[in-house]
């Protein structure tokens, strides 16, 4: 695409834009909008039905081989304000992955990192670097960036997750590189515990004093458990005496978030209660896991079920209101802008209350979130 080329009345002027735009120069004068009094946010709040999800993942299956299109079945969650991009938010890639009974997906890797977050089902295998991870209900799974992964069904029974992949921020930095497996036999191992989760997951505060070495940059632990998940959740509602609660999925050696790029989060809102509204710069992808409620994104208000997949572009209010209790997965790409000094958070119903604005360079806020009302009393 040409340089634009500016012109003026002036022919001296008009002369100098004519030269600029020869050599693929731009005055900066003629320019506006590169500098916003806020983000630019072209991504729109939206939801992908879990129902829809589950039936057109179970359609593909039944047209298109799981060899076709990169060895994967995968429904890419497109935002309609990303001009027909495959993204959810401008910064991640989220979509469901189905899996019928018996089949394998080949191993290959790829430097965007992924994760799995399973809404239903159990039985399916995902081997990273050889590393035999089993994918139930409700759990986190891991594929690091450049790891070989492949997934394998042994059952009867199809499976479908949702994936998220930190691609767009890859892309953007051209950095994407891919590499297919090799073309032996698929592996279709399969343990009672994954070697990750034999070294690293002893449970809280238990890690090994001489283990393997650490990869660097991400978690060692590639599989989070929906039993320890759920189990902390009720303690940490049972402690605060709160409505409502978020856990993050952490590192359990070094502590930070599970992946340079991606922030994982789950929130549990117990029945009848509200979170605050709250809005970051940066995308966030949610799934829900169990119960029903409203999710509100901007403007936008959705009732929610269990898969269900939402779209929160950056510096987009959102909030929850569950009708029945309401677990709520969450992915963001907060770590990269920590890295950056750019994550900027904003409690819209603190600051109602007189709390105003925290920047990233302020306190972090914890792990573990527990709302007050103004009062200081939990809700």
Known sequence: ??????????????????QLADRSLQPLWELS?????????KGVPFRWAGRELRELGARAGDLVP???GGDRRVL??????????????????AAVQYLRGHEVAPAHRHTPAALRFVVEGKGVWTLVDGDPLHMGTSDLVLTPSWTFHEHHNPGPEPMIWMDVLDLPVVAALDAVFFEGGPSADADTRTTARSASEGWFGGGPGLV?????ALPPHRSPLLAYRWADTDRALDTLLDT??????????TDPVRGGDVMPTMRCEITRTLAGASTDSVRQTGGRVLCVLHGTGEVRIGTEHFDVAPGDILAVPSWTPWSVHAVEQLDLFSTSDA?????????RTENLTSREAGAGTRAADESPGPHLHTPTDPAGAPR
């Open 240 to 249: 605060s005496g709160g409505r409502w609660a978020t856990l993050r999925y």
């Open 66 to 68: 799981v060899d076709r």
């Open 208 to 212: 090994p004093a001489d283990g393997p």
């Open 1 to 18: 695409m040409a340089t634009q080329r500016f012109g003026a009345t002036d022919p001296d002027l008009d002369r100098l834009y004519q």
């Open 335 to 343: 770590p990269v802008l920590d890295a950056l000094g750019l994550m």
């Open 33 to 41: 909008g590169l500098l916003t009094p806020e983000p630019r946010v």
């Open 76 to 93: 890419a969650c497109c935002n309609p304000g990303l001009d027909g991009a495959p993204y959810a938010v401008s910064t991640l890639w």
